[in-house]
């Protein structure tokens, strides 16, 4: 919105990959919201200050007019049927071939080609810095980089573990239980008031605490599974908010004599330790000749900078093979995939009365085909296989909203796997959906084109509960407990985006006519997330 003055906090910005600095351009879409029409002359910019700012950095912004420009042009396979059934595949390829996004692709080879000569001579260097009299160290540092490759992915397997554990001790607790909460503000004896058991919702047991506090806790109070130490007689319809039933109940609690809290467990690092892996890889790593090198640690320094920068050299490698591949030759791959899957036929002549005009070829494109030509997002083609497979059949509204975010929802961090589905209905299609991304992104791989993105669970609990009513601090809290930290505002983006997904299924066409089985439920979804502060944002 137009405001007199606007605050840049920081000159850095989130590209999708990775908070990068601004360019001149930006700084001017920023910055030009300063000033409103018809009521202010000028309008005012602030850059907050800090120890990383550059004040002449920030004049260079400012003053810059001319920008480059970027192309980030690349052939979808909406686009793909789009233009073969507009233009034919020989015109569509040609007009590929012409476009800025190919002429800038050859012209900037040259930049990185020389980038990767930089890198190149100082991975020698690094090479040299990490030599060792011992042995090969490389190989060393290798076996050191796959043994913490291994123990991350057996924490996270444990922590995955460890929560569905959680959630199932919660489930079986009963009024009456006496339990002790392993940690926080809470930490302590507690009662089992009431379970707190949801059909769709981890447990949410109420307790009365030794300090005689009662409320609610959450799976985030138990590290660890609980055990039940005790049961203690709660009258049926128990009043926790009075004083003096809270002080009957500690009393009955102390006269238990429990004994003292256990120390921690440790799970985890028994899996750690019993992980066959994990054991081979660390007994490889001692007979090593390099790991009995008094200067084992310097060496290994070096070696992870070269790791690093190797990682680097291999992404700007894979980024000259991208922009030397023409345009051209990426719509040809494709085209073929969209035909070995049923959206387009193989070309043949077209008379002179077809579409692409005498000579050319025909209209190529499939009823598939003309449905895929109707979705437009970046999970494209995963969402037409997703339809022509029913994956999705026989969800209700809410349930459609939780599986097709998963198609649009893009974590900005790392976050905590999602381990509970809100229906065992949204857990089997959301698995016929990864299924079928996993097959198309094999298929994509064997051919030579990009994979499409993974679908992401971290927004499902979110748009679920959103989608069923509720309010949007419950929603934005359960999506903390799943492990998504989100803001109102990023809620209000996403849910956006899956809006427009699920509006372009309610109006997509069946491939064999009339309307897909995923239309209602898709309205209706569409219906029931724009309500709140998301329509109040789309009539701003």
């Not at 793909?80 to 015109?91: E, I, P």
């Not at 679920?464 to 309010?471: I, K």
Request: charged share 25%; with cysteine.
């Amino acid at each position: 919105m137009p405001a007199r003055t606007v605050l840049l906090e920081r000159l850095t910005k989130f590209n999708g990959e990775s908070h990068a600095d601004i360019t001149p351009g930006e700084y001017t879409q920023l910055t030009g919201r300063a000033g409103r029409r018809g009521i202010d002359v000028e309008g005012h910019a602030v850059v907050l200050w800090g120890p990383d700012v550059d004040p002449t950095r920030v004049a260079g912004l400012a003053s810059t007019r001319t920008y480059p420009l970027r192309s980030s042009f690349r052939p979808s396979y909406n686009m793909a049927v789009n233009l073969v059934s507009q233009l034919g595949r020989a015109a569509a390829r040609d007009l590929l071939e012409s476009s800025f996004a190919q002429f800038q692709a050859d012209r900037g080879v040259a930049g990185l080609v020389k980038q990767i000569k930089r890198h190149e001579a100082t991975l020698a260097e690094y090479e040299q810095q990490m030599r060792c009299q011992a042995g090969d160290f490389a190989e060393y540092a290798a076996l050191r980089r796959a043994l913490g490759d291994r123990e991350a992915a057996l924490s996270r397997e444990g922590a995955r573990a460890r929560r569905g554990t959680v959630a199932a001790s919660l489930e079986a607790l009963r009024p009456g239980d006496v339990i002790r909460v392993p940690s926080g503000r809470r930490a302590g004896l507690a009662i089992v008031l009431d379970p707190g058991l949801h059909p769709r919702d981890d447990p949410h047991p109420t307790v009365l605490t030794e300090s005689r506090w009662a409320g609610r806790l959450s799976m985030l109070d138990f590290p660890v599974a609980v055990d039940v130490l005790g049961r203690i007689r709660v009258p049926k319809n128990v009043n926790h908010r009075s004083p003096q039933e809270r002080s009957d109940l500690v009393s009955s609690l102390r006269a238990l004599k429990l004994p003292e809290a256990p120390r921690g467990r440790r799970g985890a690092t028994k899996a750690l330790h019993d992980d066959d892996e994990a054991l081979r890889l660390r007994s490889a790593l001692r007979a090593h000749p390099c790991h009995h090198c008094a200067d084992r640690e310097q060496h290994a320094r070096w070696a992870e900078r070269h790791a690093r920068l190797q990682r680097e050299v291999d992404g700007l490698r894979r980024r000259i093979e991208g922009r030397t591949t023409s345009l051209g030759r990426t719509f040809d791959l494709i085209c073929a995939l969209l035909e070995d899957r049923g959206y387009l036929t193989a070309a043949r002549p077209a008379s002179s009365g077809a579409p692409g005009g005498s000579g050319g070829t025909a209209d190529e494109t499939t009823p598939p085909g003309r449905q895929l030509a109707r979705i437009w997002s970046e999970a494209d083609l995963v969402v037409a296989e997703c339809l022509h497979a029913g994956a999705w059949d026989g969800l209700d509204p809410a349930e459609l909203a939780a599986v097709t975010c998963t198609l649009v929802y893009e974590a900005r961090r790392d976050e905590r796997a999602v381990d509970r589905m809100p229906s065992a209905a949204v857990r089997e299609a959301l698995a016929r959906t990864v299924r079928i991304w996993a097959e198309l992104a094999e298929d994509e791989a064997a051919v030579g084109l990009p994979q499409s993105r993974e679908p992401d669970l971290g927004f499902v609990w979110a748009v679920y509960r959103w989608a069923r009513g509720e309010r949007l601090d419950r929603v934005l809290t359960a999506a903390a407990e799943a492990g998504a930290e989100l803001s109102a505002g990023d809620f209000i983006r996403w849910c956006k985006q899956v809006l427009d997904l699920l509006e372009q299924l309610a109006a997509a066409p069946a491939a064999g006519g009339g309307t897909i089985a995923v239309a209602a439920p898709a309205r209706a979804a569409a219906a029931a997330i724009r309500r709140g502060v998301v329509a109040q944002s789309m009539q701003a």
